[in-house]
C-alpha cells in the first residue's frame, strides 16, 4: 500500500509537526507499506530527516495549497492520502487556513482514497481565548470548513464527543473516534528515584499565549513555595505563532526567581529526561482545542497530571481512564492546594503514575496506527472487488440466468 501523509512536518516547528513525525516513524516500521510525507515549505532550508522520503509541497498562509496538493498527490498516485489536521495546519490567515481547508474533498473529488485525522473542532475552541476578532464570522466559515472536511472518504477524531457532534449536527458518515495515543511503542517503567531528589519538579510544557497560558501557575507558585521550599517550576515550550514573545515577557518578570527555569523549545531528544525527572505535570489552561497532546506525554514518563477543570480533558480522563487532579479553571489558590497535597502525598503521587502509565501501555502509537491501516486494507479490499460488482449489475430487465433456464425447461422436456 501506498500512503501519502499530508502534515506539517519536522524540522519544520508549525502545529503538529510532531505528531506528523510519529505517524511517519511508525508507517516506516511495515515492509509492506511505501510512504511519503508531504510536509509544508520551510522558511529557510534546513536539511531533511534522512530516513524518510519527504516532499515539501505546500506552504503556510497561500491560498494555492489545495491545487499544489493536488497536483503533488496526483504525480505520487497515493492508494491512500492521510491529511493530518487543525483548521489552522494552512495558514493563521483566515482566507488562507480556510482554502487549504477544502484540499481533502479536492482529494477525494480527483479520485484518491482520502483520509482526514482531525485534532479539534471549530464547534469546541474558545474563540476569545484565541484572540478572534470577529467570532460570529469564524463560526460560520468552520461550519462550512467542517462539512467540507466531511466530505473525505473517512475521517478519524480524538474525543467521542466530537464523534457525536460531526454525525449529529452535521450528519457525518464514516466517523471515527480513535485515541491520540503515545509517541513511543515501549514506554519505560518509570524510574521513581529521580523523583523529588533532591527537589520536586513541577513541569510545564506546551506552546505558551493564547489559551495556555501560564499567569494562573506562576502566581500560585508562589503560595506553593512558602508550603514547600525545596521545589522547582519547570517551564518548557515555546511562543504559539499566533502570540510572539509571550514567552520572553514572562520570563523577563520572573528572571530573578531562582525556583523558577525557563526551558525555552526543547528538542525531540531531550524530551525523556525533562519527564523522567519531574515529580508532576501541570497544565493551567484557560481552555482546550480537543485531547492533550501533553497529558499523553506525560500517561508514556508515567507522571501524575494536574489540569484545569476543562470538560475536554474531563472526557479525555473518562474514556483513556487518565489519572487527572482537576482545578478550577484560573483559580492560583485551588490549583497550589492541588500540587501541595499531591507533592506531599507520595503513595498518591504513585498511584496516579502507575494509572498513567497502564493508559499508556494500552494505546501505544503501533496500536493506534495498526487501526487506521485496518480501515485502509478494508477499502483496499472493497475497491479490489469493485469491478467484479460493477460488471455483475446489470439492468433489471435483463432476465437472469436462472430465469431462462426455467423458462426452457418446459421446452426440453416436452421434446423428450
Not at 505558551?208 to 494562573?216: D, P, V
Amino acid at each position: 500500500m501506498k500512503i501519502c501523509l499530508v502534515s506539517a512536518f519536522p524540522p519544520s516547528r508549525r502545529g503538529l509537526n510532531e505528531y506528523g513525525f510519529h505517524i511517519a516513524r511508525e508507517l516506516q516500521q511495515d515492509p509492506l507499506l511505501s510512504l511519503t510525507v508531504l510536509a509544508d515549505e520551510l522558511e529557510s532550508p534546513q536539511p531533511e530527516l534522512a530516513e524518510f522520503d519527504v516532499h515539501r509541497g505546500w506552504r503556510f498562509n497561500r491560498f494555492s495549497n489545495p491545487a499544489s496538493i493536488a497536483r503533488a498527490v496526483g504525480e505520487l498516485k497515493p492508494d491512500v492520502v492521510w491529511f493530518n489536521l487543525l483548521f489552522s495546519t494552512f495558514g493563521d490567515q483566515p482566507g488562507q487556513a480556510f482554502a487549504g481547508l477544502a484540499a481533502p474533498a479536492l482529494s477525494r473529488l480527483r479520485g484518491h482514497y482520502t483520509h482526514v485525522t482531525l485534532h479539534h473542532l471549530m464547534d469546541n475552541v474558545n474563540l476569545q481565548d484565541a484572540g478572534v476578532r470577529f467570532p460570529r464570522l469564524y463560526r460560520a466559515a468552520g461550519s462550512v470548513a467542517t462539512r467540507l472536511l466531511l466530505m473525505a472518504n473517512s475521517i478519524s477524531v480524538l474525543l467521542p464527543a466530537y464523534r457525536r457532534t460531526l454525525i449529529e449536527k452535521y450528519g457525518g458518515s464514516n466517523v471515527h473516534f480513535r485515541a491520540h495515543g503515545i509517541f513511543s511503542a515501549r514506554p519505560e517503567y518509570p524510574d521513581f528515584s529521580l523523583r523529588g531528589n533532591p527537589e520536586h519538579r513541577i513541569l510545564a510544557f506546551g506552546k505558551w499565549g493564547t489559551y495556555k497560558r501560564l499567569e494562573t501557575l506562576l502566581e500560585s507558585f508562589a503560595n506553593i513555595l512558602e508550603r514547600l521550599p525545596q521545589t522547582r517550576l519547570v517551564i518548557a515550550g515555546s511562543d504559539h505563532p499566533a502570540t510572539p514573545g509571550y514567552m520572553e515577557s514572562v520570563a523577563r518578570r520572573f528572571h530573578d526567581c531562582p525556583r523558577i527555569e525557563f526551558r525555552g523549545y526543547i528538542a525531540e531528544e531531550d524530551i525523556p529526561e525533562l519527564f523522567r525527572t519531574a515529580s508532576v505535570m501541570v497544565m493551567p489552561y484557560n481552555s482546550a482545542t480537543g485531547a492533550s497532546g501533553v497529558a499523553h506525554l506525560a500517561c508514556q514518563y508515567g507522571l501524575p497530571i494536574i489540569s484545569a477543570d476543562i470538560p475536554d480533558f474531563r472526557e479525555m480522563a473518562d474514556d483513556e481512564n487518565i489519572a487527572i487532579s482537576f482545578f478550577q479553571v484560573g483559580n492560583p489558590r485551588d490549583l497550589a492546594q492541588e500540587i501541595v497535597t499531591l507533592l506531599e502525598d507520595p503513595a498518591r503521587q504513585r498511584e496516579m503514575a502507575e494509572q498513567n502509565f497502564a493508559a499508556a501501555l494500552r494505546m501505544t502509537m503501533p496500536q493506534i496506527i495498526r487501526q487506521y491501516l485496518r480501515s485502509f486494507n478494508l477499502h483496499q479490499r472493497a475497491r479490489v472487488l469493485q469491478p467484479i460488482s460493477r460488471f455483475r449489475r446489470v439492468p433489471s430487465w435483463v432476465p437472469s440466468r436462472s430465469s431462462l433456464f426455467r423458462a426452457a425447461v418446459p421446452r426440453w422436456e416436452a421434446w423428450m
